[in-house]
Protein backbone atom coordinates (compact mmCIF):
# COMPACT_ATOMS: atom_id res chain seq x y z
CA UNK A 1 0.00 0.00 0.00
CA UNK A 2 1.17 3.78 -1.17
CA UNK A 3 0.36 4.73 2.81
CA UNK A 4 2.61 2.11 4.26
CA UNK A 5 6.13 4.17 2.43
CA UNK A 6 4.90 7.42 3.51
CA UNK A 7 5.35 8.69 6.86
CA UNK A 8 2.72 7.68 9.72
CA UNK A 9 0.25 10.14 9.90
CA UNK A 10 0.51 13.49 11.98
CA UNK A 11 -1.18 12.58 15.83
CA UNK A 12 -2.46 16.53 15.36
CA UNK A 13 -4.06 16.73 11.76
CA UNK A 14 -7.62 18.31 12.84
CA UNK A 15 -9.23 17.76 9.80
CA UNK A 16 -10.16 14.52 9.87
CA UNK A 17 -13.79 13.93 10.89
CA UNK A 18 -12.87 11.44 13.66
CA UNK A 19 -11.00 14.33 14.77
CA UNK A 20 -14.50 16.47 15.33
CA UNK A 21 -16.11 13.67 16.35
CA UNK A 22 -14.24 12.77 19.38
CA UNK A 23 -13.89 16.32 20.46
CA UNK A 24 -17.55 16.38 20.27
CA UNK A 25 -17.90 13.32 22.32
CA UNK A 26 -15.85 15.26 24.86
CA UNK A 27 -17.70 18.02 25.36
CA UNK A 28 -20.67 16.17 25.75
CA UNK A 29 -19.03 14.55 28.48
CA UNK A 30 -17.86 17.56 29.70
CA UNK A 31 -21.67 18.82 29.72
CA UNK A 32 -22.46 15.96 31.76
CA UNK A 33 -20.21 16.14 34.15
CA UNK A 34 -20.62 19.63 34.75
CA UNK A 35 -24.53 19.29 34.90
CA UNK A 36 -25.11 18.53 38.69
CA UNK A 37 -22.36 21.61 39.34
CA UNK A 38 -24.41 24.08 37.34
CA UNK A 39 -27.83 23.15 38.68
CA UNK A 40 -25.94 23.55 42.31
CA UNK A 41 -25.00 27.31 41.56
CA UNK A 42 -27.63 28.37 39.02
CA UNK A 43 -30.25 27.46 42.40
CA UNK A 44 -28.26 28.52 45.07
CA UNK A 45 -27.62 31.97 43.81
CA UNK A 46 -31.60 32.47 43.76
CA UNK A 47 -33.81 33.68 46.36
CA UNK A 48 -36.53 31.71 47.61
CA UNK A 49 -38.88 33.31 45.86
CA UNK A 50 -37.33 32.72 42.50
CA UNK A 51 -37.06 28.62 42.66
CA UNK A 52 -39.88 26.60 41.13
CA UNK A 53 -39.18 23.66 40.02
CA UNK A 54 -40.51 24.26 36.31
CA UNK A 55 -38.37 26.81 35.83
CA UNK A 56 -34.98 25.16 37.89
CA UNK A 57 -33.12 25.56 34.62
CA UNK A 58 -33.61 28.89 34.65
CA UNK A 59 -30.54 31.61 35.77
CA UNK A 60 -31.05 33.88 38.81
CA UNK A 61 -32.36 37.01 38.04
CA UNK A 62 -29.19 39.62 37.93
CA UNK A 63 -28.89 43.12 39.46
CA UNK A 64 -32.59 43.36 40.11
CA UNK A 65 -32.79 41.95 43.38
CA UNK A 66 -35.87 44.02 45.51
CA UNK A 67 -36.75 41.36 48.11
CA UNK A 68 -32.82 40.35 48.89
CA UNK A 69 -31.46 41.20 51.75
CA UNK A 70 -27.54 40.14 50.94
CA UNK A 71 -27.27 41.44 47.18
CA UNK A 72 -24.29 42.28 44.98
CA UNK A 73 -24.91 41.42 41.51
CA UNK A 74 -26.17 37.92 42.58
CA UNK A 75 -28.52 37.38 45.53
CA UNK A 76 -26.67 35.71 48.58
CA UNK A 77 -29.56 35.01 50.88
CA UNK A 78 -29.35 31.47 50.27
CA UNK A 79 -25.65 31.12 51.32
CA UNK A 80 -26.68 33.64 54.84
CA UNK A 81 -29.57 30.82 55.81
CA UNK A 82 -27.06 27.97 54.82
CA UNK A 83 -23.96 29.34 56.69
CA UNK A 84 -26.33 30.56 60.04
CA UNK A 85 -28.77 27.46 59.95
CA UNK A 86 -31.73 27.76 62.19
CA UNK A 87 -33.12 27.07 65.59
CA UNK A 88 -33.39 23.32 64.52
CA UNK A 89 -30.21 22.93 62.64
CA UNK A 90 -26.71 24.22 62.74
CA UNK A 91 -25.68 26.11 60.61
CA UNK A 92 -22.60 25.52 58.13
CA UNK A 93 -20.63 28.22 59.83
CA UNK A 94 -20.28 25.76 62.85
CA UNK A 95 -20.11 22.70 61.02
CA UNK A 96 -17.02 24.08 59.10
CA UNK A 97 -14.94 24.81 62.20
CA UNK A 98 -16.39 21.30 62.91
CA UNK A 99 -14.98 19.63 59.77
CA UNK A 100 -11.94 21.15 60.52
CA UNK A 101 -11.42 20.23 63.62
CA UNK A 102 -12.35 16.93 62.36
CA UNK A 103 -9.88 16.73 59.53
CA UNK A 104 -7.10 18.56 60.25
CA UNK A 105 -5.37 16.83 63.15
CA UNK A 106 -6.57 13.23 62.03
CA UNK A 107 -4.98 14.09 58.44
CA UNK A 108 -1.80 14.89 60.01
CA UNK A 109 -1.48 12.28 62.78
CA UNK A 110 -2.41 9.37 60.17
CA UNK A 111 0.07 10.69 57.74
CA UNK A 112 3.04 10.69 60.38
CA UNK A 113 1.42 6.89 61.61
CA UNK A 114 1.52 5.77 58.17
CA UNK A 115 5.08 7.03 57.30
CA UNK A 116 6.33 5.28 59.90
CA UNK A 117 4.59 1.72 59.46
CA UNK A 118 5.45 2.18 55.87
CA UNK A 119 8.89 2.49 57.02
CA UNK A 120 9.15 -0.27 59.38
CA UNK A 121 7.02 -2.73 56.90
CA UNK A 122 9.30 -2.30 53.91
CA UNK A 123 12.47 -1.64 55.53
CA UNK A 124 12.65 -3.51 58.63
CA UNK A 125 10.28 -6.40 57.87
CA UNK A 126 10.17 -8.40 61.32
CA UNK A 127 9.00 -12.11 61.15
CA UNK A 128 5.85 -12.51 59.46
CA UNK A 129 5.35 -8.90 58.55
CA UNK A 130 4.51 -10.29 54.93
CA UNK A 131 1.42 -12.20 56.63
CA UNK A 132 1.00 -9.10 58.94
CA UNK A 133 0.28 -6.48 56.27
CA UNK A 134 -2.48 -7.87 54.15
CA UNK A 135 -4.54 -8.65 57.50
CA UNK A 136 -4.01 -4.78 58.31
CA UNK A 137 -4.74 -3.92 54.79
CA UNK A 138 -8.53 -5.88 55.01
CA UNK A 139 -9.75 -2.89 57.22
CA UNK A 140 -9.54 -0.63 54.68
CA UNK A 141 -12.39 -2.44 52.98
CA UNK A 142 -14.62 -3.29 55.86
CA UNK A 143 -17.75 -2.56 56.14
CA UNK A 144 -18.16 -0.17 58.98
CA UNK A 145 -21.61 -1.07 59.56
CA UNK A 146 -19.81 -4.42 60.82
CA UNK A 147 -18.45 -2.63 63.47
CA UNK A 148 -20.22 0.43 64.36
CA UNK A 149 -22.51 -1.33 67.29
CA UNK A 150 -18.76 -1.96 69.10
CA UNK A 151 -17.61 0.98 67.99
CA UNK A 152 -20.18 3.49 69.62
CA UNK A 153 -20.29 1.37 72.85
CA UNK A 154 -16.41 1.60 72.90
CA UNK A 155 -16.15 5.22 72.93
CA UNK A 156 -18.91 5.77 75.55
CA UNK A 157 -16.87 3.71 77.75
CA UNK A 158 -13.63 6.07 76.54
CA UNK A 159 -16.13 9.16 77.26
CA UNK A 160 -15.40 10.82 73.56
CA UNK A 161 -18.58 9.69 71.90
CA UNK A 162 -20.54 12.80 70.42
CA UNK A 163 -16.98 14.57 70.86
CA UNK A 164 -14.65 15.26 67.94
CA UNK A 165 -11.67 14.29 69.46
CA UNK A 166 -13.88 10.54 68.81
CA UNK A 167 -14.19 11.40 65.42
CA UNK A 168 -10.22 12.18 65.78
CA UNK A 169 -9.23 8.83 67.05
CA UNK A 170 -11.59 6.73 64.89
CA UNK A 171 -10.42 8.81 61.61
CA UNK A 172 -7.11 7.78 63.10
CA UNK A 173 -7.68 4.01 63.60
CA UNK A 174 -9.57 3.56 60.52
CA UNK A 175 -6.80 5.16 57.98
CA UNK A 176 -4.04 3.29 59.90
CA UNK A 177 -4.19 0.76 56.38
CA UNK A 178 -4.55 3.26 53.35
CA UNK A 179 -1.62 5.53 55.14
CA UNK A 180 0.62 2.12 55.72
CA UNK A 181 -0.01 0.95 52.15
CA UNK A 182 0.78 4.48 50.35
CA UNK A 183 4.06 4.79 51.90
CA UNK A 184 4.83 0.97 52.13
CA UNK A 185 4.40 1.13 48.26
CA UNK A 186 6.50 4.42 48.42
CA UNK A 187 9.45 3.23 49.97
CA UNK A 188 10.14 0.41 48.56
CA UNK A 189 10.88 2.15 45.44
CA UNK A 190 13.86 3.40 47.59
CA UNK A 191 16.62 0.86 47.08
CA UNK A 192 17.62 -1.32 49.88
CA UNK A 193 21.20 -0.70 49.02
CA UNK A 194 20.91 2.97 50.46
CA UNK A 195 19.71 1.71 53.66
CA UNK A 196 21.83 -0.87 53.91
CA UNK A 197 25.30 1.66 52.84
CA UNK A 198 23.66 3.65 55.82
CA UNK A 199 24.24 1.06 57.86
CA UNK A 200 27.42 0.46 57.38
CA UNK A 201 27.89 3.68 57.86
CA UNK A 202 26.87 3.26 61.64
CA UNK A 203 23.79 4.11 60.90
CA UNK A 204 20.66 2.92 63.05
CA UNK A 205 16.90 2.70 62.42
CA UNK A 206 16.57 6.61 63.66
CA UNK A 207 19.10 7.84 61.83
CA UNK A 208 18.54 5.95 58.52
CA UNK A 209 14.98 7.37 59.02
CA UNK A 210 15.71 11.05 59.40
CA UNK A 211 18.47 11.16 57.48
CA UNK A 212 17.60 8.99 54.01
CA UNK A 213 13.69 8.07 54.24
CA UNK A 214 12.21 11.36 55.43
CA UNK A 215 14.02 14.14 52.81
CA UNK A 216 12.54 11.62 49.96
CA UNK A 217 9.01 11.50 51.64
CA UNK A 218 7.94 14.50 50.96
CA UNK A 219 5.88 13.01 47.24
CA UNK A 220 4.23 10.41 49.11
CA UNK A 221 3.56 13.01 52.05
CA UNK A 222 1.58 14.75 49.91
CA UNK A 223 -0.75 12.43 48.03
CA UNK A 224 -1.35 10.62 51.54
CA UNK A 225 -2.19 14.25 53.06
CA UNK A 226 -4.61 15.50 50.27
CA UNK A 227 -5.80 11.52 50.11
CA UNK A 228 -6.84 11.91 53.55
CA UNK A 229 -7.88 15.14 53.94
CA UNK A 230 -10.55 13.90 51.09
CA UNK A 231 -11.91 11.33 52.51
CA UNK A 232 -12.19 12.33 56.18
CA UNK A 233 -13.95 15.39 55.00
CA UNK A 234 -16.10 13.65 52.73
CA UNK A 235 -17.19 11.51 55.41
CA UNK A 236 -19.99 10.64 56.40
CA UNK A 237 -21.29 7.42 58.21
CA UNK A 238 -18.54 8.05 61.27
CA UNK A 239 -19.54 11.64 61.58
CA UNK A 240 -23.58 10.50 61.58
CA UNK A 241 -23.34 8.19 64.15
CA UNK A 242 -20.23 9.69 66.26
CA UNK A 243 -20.98 13.20 66.30
CA UNK A 244 -24.00 14.68 68.10
CA UNK A 245 -25.93 18.53 67.57
CA UNK A 246 -23.52 21.11 67.93
CA UNK A 247 -20.98 18.74 66.86
CA UNK A 248 -21.91 17.60 63.09
CA UNK A 249 -19.39 18.25 60.67
CA UNK A 250 -20.60 19.82 57.09
CA UNK A 251 -21.37 16.44 55.74
CA UNK A 252 -24.12 15.75 58.57
CA UNK A 253 -24.75 19.40 58.44
CA UNK A 254 -25.81 19.48 55.21
CA UNK A 255 -27.97 16.75 54.98
CA UNK A 256 -29.85 17.95 58.30
CA UNK A 257 -30.00 21.21 55.85
CA UNK A 258 -31.78 18.67 53.14
CA UNK A 259 -34.20 17.68 55.62
CA UNK A 260 -35.16 20.55 57.54
CA UNK A 261 -35.15 23.26 54.64
CA UNK A 262 -37.16 21.12 52.31
CA UNK A 263 -38.88 23.46 50.50
CA UNK A 264 -36.20 25.99 50.47
CA UNK A 265 -34.05 24.39 47.89
CA UNK A 266 -31.78 27.55 47.28
CA UNK A 267 -30.46 27.00 50.94
CA UNK A 268 -30.13 23.56 50.59
CA UNK A 269 -27.81 24.37 47.16
CA UNK A 270 -25.91 26.73 49.01
CA UNK A 271 -24.86 24.69 51.53
CA UNK A 272 -24.02 21.72 48.89
CA UNK A 273 -21.70 24.29 47.51
CA UNK A 274 -20.08 25.26 50.84
CA UNK A 275 -19.37 21.89 51.48
CA UNK A 276 -17.80 20.63 48.10
CA UNK A 277 -15.63 23.61 48.70
CA UNK A 278 -12.90 23.06 50.81
CA UNK A 279 -12.37 19.79 48.76
CA UNK A 280 -12.59 21.28 45.40
CA UNK A 281 -9.82 24.08 46.36
CA UNK A 282 -7.42 21.24 47.41
CA UNK A 283 -8.21 19.28 44.11
CA UNK A 284 -7.92 22.64 41.40
CA UNK A 285 -5.07 23.40 43.60
CA UNK A 286 -3.31 20.09 43.87
CA UNK A 287 -4.82 18.24 41.33
CA UNK A 288 -1.47 16.37 40.06
CA UNK A 289 -0.79 14.66 43.13
CA UNK A 290 -4.60 14.21 43.54
CA UNK A 291 -4.57 11.74 40.88
CA UNK A 292 -1.46 10.16 41.73
CA UNK A 293 -3.01 9.69 45.54
CA UNK A 294 -5.92 8.11 43.44
CA UNK A 295 -3.39 5.45 41.58
CA UNK A 296 -1.56 4.67 44.47
CA UNK A 297 -5.02 3.84 46.01
CA UNK A 298 -5.18 0.75 43.08
CA UNK A 299 -2.96 -1.36 45.50
CA UNK A 300 0.07 -1.65 42.69
CA UNK A 301 1.81 2.04 43.70
CA UNK B 1 29.45 -4.17 60.28
CA UNK B 2 26.88 -4.91 62.46
CA UNK B 3 26.48 -7.66 64.00
CA UNK B 4 23.55 -9.85 64.14
CA UNK B 5 22.52 -9.15 67.48
CA UNK B 6 22.51 -5.26 66.79
CA UNK B 7 19.96 -5.71 63.57
CA UNK B 8 17.93 -8.24 65.83
CA UNK B 9 17.19 -5.26 68.60
CA UNK B 10 16.94 -2.45 65.80
CA UNK B 11 14.12 -5.06 64.82
CA UNK B 12 13.05 -5.17 67.59
CA UNK B 13 12.80 -1.71 68.31
CA UNK B 14 10.64 -1.41 64.70
CA UNK B 15 8.75 -3.71 65.99
CA UNK B 16 7.56 -1.69 68.82
CA UNK B 17 6.97 1.40 66.85
CA UNK B 18 4.54 -0.80 64.43
CA UNK B 19 2.97 -2.71 67.44
CA UNK B 20 0.78 0.45 68.99
CA UNK B 21 -1.31 0.72 65.27
CA UNK B 22 -0.97 -3.78 64.98
CA UNK B 23 -2.89 -3.69 67.87
CA UNK B 24 -5.18 -0.99 67.06
CA UNK B 25 -6.21 -2.53 64.04
CA UNK B 26 -6.50 -6.02 66.04
CA UNK B 27 -8.94 -4.03 68.31
CA UNK B 28 -10.92 -1.79 66.34
CA UNK B 29 -10.82 -4.14 63.07
CA UNK B 30 -10.56 -8.11 64.43
CA UNK B 31 -12.24 -7.44 67.74
CA UNK B 32 -14.71 -5.50 66.83
CA UNK B 33 -15.85 -8.12 63.93
CA UNK B 34 -15.99 -10.64 67.33
CA UNK B 35 -18.12 -8.43 69.36
CA UNK B 36 -20.60 -7.57 66.34
CA UNK B 37 -20.77 -10.94 65.63
CA UNK B 38 -21.37 -12.13 69.16
CA UNK B 39 -24.35 -9.63 69.31
CA UNK B 40 -25.88 -10.62 66.20
CA UNK B 41 -26.45 -14.28 68.07
CA UNK B 42 -27.41 -12.80 71.95
CA UNK B 43 -30.30 -11.91 73.16
CA UNK B 44 -29.73 -7.95 72.40
CA UNK B 45 -32.75 -7.88 70.22
CA UNK B 46 -33.94 -4.32 71.56
CA UNK B 47 -33.36 -1.39 73.53
CA UNK B 48 -30.04 0.44 74.21
CA UNK B 49 -28.85 -1.78 77.31
CA UNK B 50 -26.79 -4.85 76.35
CA UNK B 51 -27.41 -8.15 76.53
CA UNK B 52 -24.31 -10.64 75.88
CA UNK B 53 -26.10 -14.05 76.87
CA UNK B 54 -26.34 -16.23 73.69
CA UNK B 55 -29.57 -16.29 71.90
CA UNK B 56 -29.32 -18.09 68.79
CA UNK B 57 -29.36 -17.50 64.75
CA UNK B 58 -33.18 -15.88 65.47
CA UNK B 59 -32.13 -12.56 63.67
CA UNK B 60 -30.15 -14.50 60.49
CA UNK B 61 -33.20 -16.17 60.07
CA UNK B 62 -36.07 -13.73 60.77
CA UNK B 63 -33.61 -11.76 57.99
CA UNK B 64 -33.75 -14.72 55.63
CA UNK B 65 -37.06 -15.35 56.18
CA UNK B 66 -36.31 -19.13 57.18
CA UNK B 67 -39.28 -21.04 58.45
CA UNK B 68 -42.72 -20.20 57.74
CA UNK B 69 -43.30 -17.60 60.61
CA UNK B 70 -39.99 -15.51 58.87
CA UNK B 71 -40.95 -15.99 55.68
CA UNK B 72 -43.75 -13.37 55.13
CA UNK B 73 -41.94 -11.20 57.57
CA UNK B 74 -41.22 -7.57 56.93
CA UNK B 75 -37.97 -8.13 58.20
CA UNK B 76 -37.04 -10.88 55.26
CA UNK B 77 -39.01 -8.93 52.70
CA UNK B 78 -36.61 -5.65 53.39
CA UNK B 79 -33.13 -7.88 53.55
CA UNK B 80 -34.21 -9.54 50.43
CA UNK B 81 -35.18 -6.82 48.96
CA UNK B 82 -32.03 -4.22 49.75
CA UNK B 83 -29.88 -7.28 48.62
CA UNK B 84 -31.47 -7.19 45.41
CA UNK B 85 -31.15 -3.32 45.03
CA UNK B 86 -27.04 -3.61 45.98
CA UNK B 87 -26.12 -6.56 43.70
CA UNK B 88 -28.13 -4.88 41.11
CA UNK B 89 -27.07 -1.45 41.59
CA UNK B 90 -23.21 -2.90 41.55
CA UNK B 91 -23.48 -5.09 38.23
CA UNK B 92 -25.08 -1.39 36.92
CA UNK B 93 -22.60 0.55 38.64
CA UNK B 94 -19.17 -1.74 37.76
CA UNK B 95 -20.36 -1.99 33.69
CA UNK B 96 -21.34 1.70 33.40
CA UNK B 97 -18.16 2.95 35.12
CA UNK B 98 -15.62 0.49 33.16
CA UNK B 99 -17.23 0.94 29.82
CA UNK B 100 -17.43 4.49 30.01
CA UNK B 101 -14.32 4.77 32.01
CA UNK B 102 -12.34 3.04 29.46
CA UNK B 103 -14.00 4.77 26.50
CA UNK B 104 -13.22 8.54 27.99
CA UNK B 105 -9.49 6.87 28.22
CA UNK B 106 -9.16 6.02 24.84
CA UNK B 107 -10.56 8.93 23.29
CA UNK B 108 -8.10 11.01 25.88
CA UNK B 109 -5.65 8.65 24.77
CA UNK B 110 -5.28 9.86 21.07
CA UNK B 111 -3.25 13.17 21.36
CA UNK B 112 -6.09 15.15 22.27
CA UNK B 113 -5.93 19.46 22.60
CA UNK B 114 -6.81 20.37 26.13
CA UNK B 115 -6.22 16.75 27.60
CA UNK B 116 -5.41 17.85 30.90
CA UNK B 117 -8.65 20.06 30.96
CA UNK B 118 -10.71 17.06 30.06
CA UNK B 119 -8.72 14.73 32.08
CA UNK B 120 -9.43 17.12 35.77
CA UNK B 121 -12.85 18.10 34.48
CA UNK B 122 -13.85 14.14 34.57
CA UNK B 123 -12.39 13.33 37.57
CA UNK B 124 -13.29 16.24 40.03
CA UNK B 125 -16.95 14.66 41.23
CA UNK B 126 -14.15 11.88 42.86
CA UNK B 127 -13.12 14.77 45.42
CA UNK B 128 -17.15 15.49 46.28
CA UNK B 129 -18.75 13.85 49.12
CA UNK B 130 -21.37 11.48 48.08
CA UNK B 131 -23.88 13.48 50.52
CA UNK B 132 -23.49 16.42 48.09
CA UNK B 133 -23.58 14.47 44.69
CA UNK B 134 -26.94 12.46 46.16
CA UNK B 135 -28.52 15.64 46.77
CA UNK B 136 -27.49 17.52 43.48
CA UNK B 137 -28.91 14.31 41.83
CA UNK B 138 -32.13 14.03 43.74
CA UNK B 139 -33.40 17.11 42.80
CA UNK B 140 -32.31 16.40 38.83
CA UNK B 141 -34.31 13.64 39.52
CA UNK B 142 -37.35 15.19 40.86
CA UNK B 143 -40.54 14.18 39.29
CA UNK B 144 -42.60 17.11 39.58
CA UNK B 145 -45.98 17.01 38.93
CA UNK B 146 -46.44 16.09 35.04
CA UNK B 147 -49.17 18.26 34.47
CA UNK B 148 -47.44 21.73 35.35
CA UNK B 149 -44.78 20.58 33.06
CA UNK B 150 -41.10 18.54 33.09
CA UNK B 151 -38.82 18.97 35.37
CA UNK B 152 -34.81 18.24 35.81
CA UNK B 153 -33.42 15.60 33.40
CA UNK B 154 -36.31 14.92 31.92
CA UNK B 155 -36.84 18.63 31.14
CA UNK B 156 -33.25 18.29 29.30
CA UNK B 157 -34.30 15.22 27.16
CA UNK B 158 -37.48 17.11 26.34
CA UNK B 159 -34.97 20.25 25.40
CA UNK B 160 -32.82 17.73 23.70
CA UNK B 161 -35.68 16.74 21.66
CA UNK B 162 -36.08 13.26 23.50
CA UNK B 163 -39.10 14.12 25.38
CA UNK B 164 -40.26 10.86 24.88
CA UNK B 165 -37.55 9.77 27.91
CA UNK B 166 -39.49 11.02 30.74
CA UNK B 167 -39.72 8.35 33.45
CA UNK B 168 -41.17 8.71 37.08
CA UNK B 169 -38.22 8.29 38.63
CA UNK B 170 -39.36 8.00 41.82
CA UNK B 171 -41.90 5.52 40.99
CA UNK B 172 -42.11 2.79 42.98
CA UNK B 173 -42.66 -0.35 40.47
CA UNK B 174 -39.57 -2.85 40.32
CA UNK B 175 -39.48 -4.21 36.62
CA UNK B 176 -38.72 -7.58 35.95
CA UNK B 177 -39.23 -10.63 33.37
CA UNK B 178 -42.88 -11.18 33.64
CA UNK B 179 -43.17 -15.06 34.60
CA UNK B 180 -46.25 -15.28 31.30
CA UNK B 181 -43.84 -14.03 28.60
CA UNK B 182 -42.17 -15.55 25.89
CA UNK B 183 -38.66 -15.04 27.93
CA UNK B 184 -40.10 -15.90 31.29
CA UNK B 185 -41.58 -19.27 30.02
CA UNK B 186 -38.76 -20.11 28.37
CA UNK B 187 -36.42 -19.03 31.71
CA UNK B 188 -38.92 -21.74 33.27
CA UNK B 189 -38.56 -24.31 30.52
CA UNK B 190 -34.43 -24.46 31.50
CA UNK B 191 -35.33 -24.59 35.49
CA UNK B 192 -34.64 -20.99 35.91
CA UNK B 193 -38.17 -19.55 35.99
CA UNK B 194 -37.02 -18.00 39.76
CA UNK B 195 -35.19 -15.31 37.43
CA UNK B 196 -38.46 -14.28 36.44
CA UNK B 197 -39.92 -12.71 39.14
CA UNK B 198 -39.41 -9.02 40.83
CA UNK B 199 -36.70 -11.02 43.37
CA UNK B 200 -34.32 -10.06 40.15
CA UNK B 201 -35.92 -6.71 39.41
CA UNK B 202 -34.82 -3.43 38.96
CA UNK B 203 -36.28 -0.11 40.14
CA UNK B 204 -36.14 3.08 38.75
CA UNK B 205 -34.31 4.69 42.15
CA UNK B 206 -31.84 2.26 41.69
CA UNK B 207 -31.40 3.27 38.03
CA UNK B 208 -31.11 7.26 39.46
CA UNK B 209 -28.29 5.68 42.43
CA UNK B 210 -26.43 3.99 39.69
CA UNK B 211 -26.40 7.22 37.54
CA UNK B 212 -25.44 9.65 40.51
CA UNK B 213 -22.14 7.00 41.70
CA UNK B 214 -21.31 6.83 37.99
CA UNK B 215 -20.83 10.68 37.54
CA UNK B 216 -18.91 10.82 40.43
CA UNK B 217 -16.15 7.41 39.77
CA UNK B 218 -16.25 6.99 36.39
CA UNK B 219 -13.96 9.63 35.71
CA UNK B 220 -11.63 7.74 38.67
CA UNK B 221 -11.84 4.87 36.33
CA UNK B 222 -10.98 6.62 33.24
CA UNK B 223 -7.62 7.91 34.89
CA UNK B 224 -6.71 4.36 36.07
CA UNK B 225 -7.29 3.11 32.15
CA UNK B 226 -5.44 5.89 31.38
CA UNK B 227 -2.37 5.43 33.69
CA UNK B 228 -3.19 1.80 32.04
CA UNK B 229 -2.45 3.17 28.38
CA UNK B 230 0.04 5.14 29.22
CA UNK B 231 1.80 2.29 30.08
CA UNK B 232 1.52 0.35 26.92
CA UNK B 233 4.47 1.34 24.19
CA UNK B 234 3.52 3.12 21.18
CA UNK B 235 5.85 0.52 19.61
CA UNK B 236 3.80 -2.21 20.17
CA UNK B 237 1.14 -0.41 18.73
CA UNK B 238 2.86 0.59 16.05
CA UNK B 239 4.20 -3.20 15.28
CA UNK B 240 0.48 -4.29 15.02
CA UNK B 241 0.22 -1.36 12.88
CA UNK B 242 2.50 -2.50 10.12
CA UNK B 243 1.54 -5.81 10.43
CA UNK B 244 -2.15 -4.47 8.97
CA UNK B 245 -4.39 -5.35 12.60
CA UNK B 246 -7.01 -2.33 12.66
CA UNK B 247 -7.39 0.09 14.90
CA UNK B 248 -10.37 -2.05 16.44
CA UNK B 249 -8.23 -5.57 16.21
CA UNK B 250 -4.93 -3.59 18.55
CA UNK B 251 -7.63 -2.89 21.54
CA UNK B 252 -9.42 -6.53 20.81
CA UNK B 253 -6.08 -8.00 21.27
CA UNK B 254 -3.32 -6.02 22.29
CA UNK B 255 -4.44 -3.45 24.30
CA UNK B 256 -7.47 -4.85 26.58
CA UNK B 257 -6.28 -8.19 27.55
CA UNK B 258 -2.72 -6.09 28.86
CA UNK B 259 -4.95 -3.54 30.54
CA UNK B 260 -6.08 -6.48 32.46
CA UNK B 261 -4.51 -5.99 35.88
CA UNK B 262 -6.07 -2.53 36.03
CA UNK B 263 -9.49 -3.43 35.30
CA UNK B 264 -9.14 -5.81 37.89
CA UNK B 265 -8.33 -2.90 40.06
CA UNK B 266 -11.26 -1.04 39.47
CA UNK B 267 -13.77 -4.08 39.81
CA UNK B 268 -12.61 -4.51 43.38
CA UNK B 269 -12.12 -0.77 44.21
CA UNK B 270 -15.39 0.13 42.63
CA UNK B 271 -17.01 -3.32 43.66
CA UNK B 272 -16.04 -2.60 47.54
CA UNK B 273 -17.30 1.02 47.34
CA UNK B 274 -20.72 -0.13 45.63
CA UNK B 275 -21.25 -2.98 48.47
CA UNK B 276 -21.60 -0.90 51.00
CA UNK B 277 -23.05 2.10 49.69
CA UNK B 278 -24.85 4.19 52.29
CA UNK B 279 -24.22 8.08 52.02
CA UNK B 280 -25.46 8.17 48.83
CA UNK B 281 -28.65 6.63 49.39
CA UNK B 282 -29.23 8.29 52.46
CA UNK B 283 -28.50 11.86 50.21
CA UNK B 284 -31.00 10.92 47.70
CA UNK B 285 -34.46 10.65 49.73
CA UNK B 286 -34.04 7.20 51.69
CA UNK B 287 -35.34 3.39 50.75
CA UNK B 288 -38.69 4.91 49.52
CA UNK B 289 -41.69 3.22 49.04
CA UNK B 290 -41.85 -0.79 49.45
CA UNK B 291 -37.79 -0.47 49.98
CA UNK B 292 -37.33 -0.04 46.06
CA UNK B 293 -34.05 1.75 47.22
CA UNK B 294 -33.29 -0.06 50.04
CA UNK B 295 -29.41 -1.22 50.74
CA UNK B 296 -28.23 -3.36 53.50
CA UNK B 297 -25.63 -0.44 54.99
CA UNK B 298 -28.98 1.35 55.16
CA UNK B 299 -30.92 -1.29 56.24
CA UNK B 300 -28.24 -1.67 59.37
CA UNK B 301 -28.14 1.91 60.17
CA UNK B 302 -32.04 2.10 60.94
CA UNK B 303 -32.43 -1.38 62.49
CA UNK B 304 -29.68 -0.67 64.74
CA UNK B 305 -29.41 3.17 65.47
CA UNK B 306 -33.31 4.16 64.68
CA UNK B 307 -35.12 1.21 66.30
CA UNK B 308 -32.59 0.23 68.76
CA UNK B 309 -32.68 -3.54 67.39
CA UNK B 310 -29.13 -4.30 67.77
CA UNK B 311 -29.21 -8.47 67.17
CA UNK B 312 -31.10 -7.55 63.95
CA UNK B 313 -28.46 -4.93 62.85
CA UNK B 314 -25.34 -6.92 63.71
CA UNK B 315 -26.81 -9.59 61.57
CA UNK B 316 -27.28 -7.56 58.84
CA UNK B 317 -23.45 -5.96 59.74
CA UNK B 318 -21.72 -9.68 59.20
CA UNK B 319 -23.79 -10.10 56.25
CA UNK B 320 -22.64 -6.94 54.67
CA UNK B 321 -19.15 -8.58 56.07
CA UNK B 322 -18.81 -11.28 54.35
CA UNK B 323 -20.25 -10.59 50.95
CA UNK B 324 -17.48 -7.71 50.68
CA UNK B 325 -15.08 -10.31 51.90
CA UNK B 326 -15.92 -13.08 49.15
CA UNK B 327 -14.56 -10.13 46.75
CA UNK B 328 -11.78 -8.99 49.00
CA UNK B 329 -10.16 -11.85 50.24
CA UNK B 330 -9.06 -13.37 46.74
CA UNK B 331 -8.00 -10.19 46.12
CA UNK B 332 -5.53 -9.40 48.46
CA UNK B 333 -4.56 -13.14 48.79
CA UNK B 334 -3.51 -12.96 44.42
CA UNK B 335 -1.92 -9.36 45.11
CA UNK B 336 0.28 -10.57 48.05
CA UNK B 337 1.31 -13.86 46.08
CA UNK B 338 1.89 -11.70 43.18
CA UNK B 339 4.19 -9.21 45.07
CA UNK B 340 6.44 -12.44 46.74
CA UNK B 341 6.99 -13.64 43.28
CA UNK B 342 8.27 -10.15 42.07
Redesign the interface.
Known amino acids: MAT ?1 TAP ?1 PK ?2 S ?1 FRWTRWL ?2 A ?2 LA ?2 A ?6 Y ?2 LL ?1 SFKQYTDID ?2 R ?2 QPPPLFNLPDCTNAFIFCFDSFYEAWFGSPAVIGMGQAFINSVITTVPSTVISTL ?1 GS ?2 GY ?2 SK ?1 K ?1 KYA ?1 V ?8 M ?11 T ?2 LRAMGLYASLAGLNFVHI ?2 S ?2 IA ?1 LIFRNYYATIPNEMVEAA ?2 DGG ?2 FSIYRHIILPLSPPAIVVVLIWQF ?1 NI ?2 D ?2 FA ?2 IAQNQNQPM ?1 VA ?2 NI ?1 GSFTVQ ?1 NV ?2 AA ?1 FL ?2 LP ?2 L ?2 IVL ?1 RY ?2 RG ?2 A ?4 G | MTTTWEKNWEKIVGFLFILPSLIAISVFVYGFIGWTSWVSVSNWTRGAAPNYTYGGFDAYARLMGVGERYAAGIDARRFSSSLRNVIGFTLLFLVSCILIGFFLAALLDRHIVGEGFFRSLFLFPMAISFIVTGLAWRWLFTPGDPNLGTVGVNRIFENLGLGFIRPNWASDVVYHIPANSGLGELLNGVGLGWLASPSFGLSLGVITLTIAAMWQLSGYTMALYLAGLRGISDDLREAARVDGASEWQIYRYIIIPLLKPVTLSVVVILAHISLKIYDLVVAMGGVGQGFVKDVPAYNMWETTFEQARFSAGAAIGVILLILISLLIVPYLTISMRQQEER
Do not use: C, E, H
Open positions: QPPRPIYILSTFYLLPVLITLYMWLLNILWFDVFPLVLFGFIPYQSILIPLLTVYIPARINITWNFIVTTLNAWQMATATLVYGFLLLGSLK
